[in-house]
């Protein structure tokens, strides 16, 4: 079966006024699955948004092809238009002035659907996406949550097969953000497939069934989310507390850092309401667990290395820059 996404040696290149090149992606490729709710991870300036771009057909590609659902996405851009869906966060493509319901009326006429249709599907998704009841009022009112619910009703007013999602999730509150990703699951299920562009390591890992990591337009690798930690070879984790919140908060270093000599150990850190002992492998936790429970210690759990580790030891430790 055609796959979703194909991606393949893609290359894209600016030329600055200073007349050097910036390579945005570099030698890039890439498959996505149908049916498929693909995470894209990379820090600020890895090319996730300039992928996105060209696979919606935004921006042109310097070399190199892209294919969706077989669709070349520069020699047959109509019709890859057609199949596609892009949903960005923030407040770009929203016309505050209108309603919601005016926003997707005007989207439907830009994608040329009949004036009967587009109502038809403007009231189903507006009642999906739980804004059936404000439908009528001005964008301007709506928080950061009902725009990104209705980003989505837009992004899927034409039926698209393939939706990109670029930060969809961004600023929203949790209970906001939780809503929106059971919606992504929801449509998964119906047939459609997502490439989601995103800096955050736990909706990655509640949505996807396949990562990405880039960096400077390269991947790095590819691999399927729930097994991601065995990219790290044998490296196990073991996760201690106390009952009592307090008393983990108050953890001595003396202990901390007596853990951290032990042979088995790799390195010790300080989760939000935990520890967390890498051991370098299963006997090593093991032991870890043994000598935790000696020292009363008796909140303590064997873990597999989360995405986010993996992001940080693949990637690396740069800080804030780009």
């Known amino acids: 079966m055609e796959a979703a996404v194909s991606v393949s040696s893609l290359r894209r290149t600016y030329e600055r006024r200073r007349k050097d090149t910036v390579v945005a992606l570099d030698d890039l490729t890439l498959t996505i699955a149908r049916n498929e709710i693909h995470g894209?991870?990379?820090?600020?300036?890895?090319?996730?948004?300039?992928?996105?771009?060209?696979?919606?057909?935004?921006?042109?590609?310097?070399?190199?092809?892209?294919?969706?659902?077989?669709?070349?996405?520069?020699?047959e851009t109509t019709a890859v238009r057609s199949l596609v869906g892009l949903v960005l966060g923030g407040d770009r493509g929203l016309y505050d002035r209108l309603s919601a319901r005016r926003n997707l009326l005007f989207w439907g006429a830009l994608y040329k659907l009949d004036a009967r249709t587009v109502r038809r599907r403007a009231d189903t998704l507006l009642e999906r996406v739980g804004l059936a009841e404000r439908a009528d009022e001005p964008v301007e009112r709506f928080s950061r949550g009902m725009r990104q619910r209705l980003h989505l009703a837009r992004g899927l007013l034409h039926e698209p097969r393939v939706l990109f999602l670029d930060e969809p999730t961004s600023g929203l509150d949790p209970v906001a953000a939780v809503a929106f990703r059971r919606l992504v699951l929801e449509l998964r299920d119906e047939g459609r497939t997502f490439l989601l562009a995103t800096h955050d390591m736990d909706e990655a890992t509640a949505l996807c069934d396949r990562v990405t990591l880039i960096d400077r337009g390269r991947r790095l690798l590819t691999d399927d989310t729930a097994n991601i930690g065995r990219l790290l070879g044998d490296r196990e984790c073991v996760d201690f507390a106390h009952d009592d919140p307090a008393l983990t908060h108050a953890l001595n270093h003396a202990l901390t850092d007596a853990l951290a000599a032990l042979p088995e150990v790799v390195d010790v850190e300080r989760l939000d309401d935990r520890w967390?002992?890498?051991?370098?492998?299963?006997?090593?936790?093991?032991?870890?667990?043994?000598?935790?429970?000696?020292?009363?210690?008796?909140?303590?759990?064997?873990?597999?290395?989360?995405?986010?580790?993996?992001?940080?030891?693949?990637?690396?430790d740069r800080g804030m820059r780009v």
């Open 40 to 75: 894209l991870l990379g820090p600020n300036g890895a090319g996730k948004t300039t992928l996105v771009r060209i696979l919606s057909t935004v921006l042109l590609p310097t070399s190199g092809t892209a294919r969706v659902l077989g669709h070349d996405v520069v020699a």
């Open 276 to 316: 967390r002992a890498h051991t370098a492998d299963r006997e090593g936790s093991r032991r870890v667990l043994a000598w935790l429970v000696e020292r009363d210690v008796l909140t303590a759990r064997h873990a597999q290395p989360t995405l986010e580790e993996v992001y940080l030891r693949t990637v690396g």
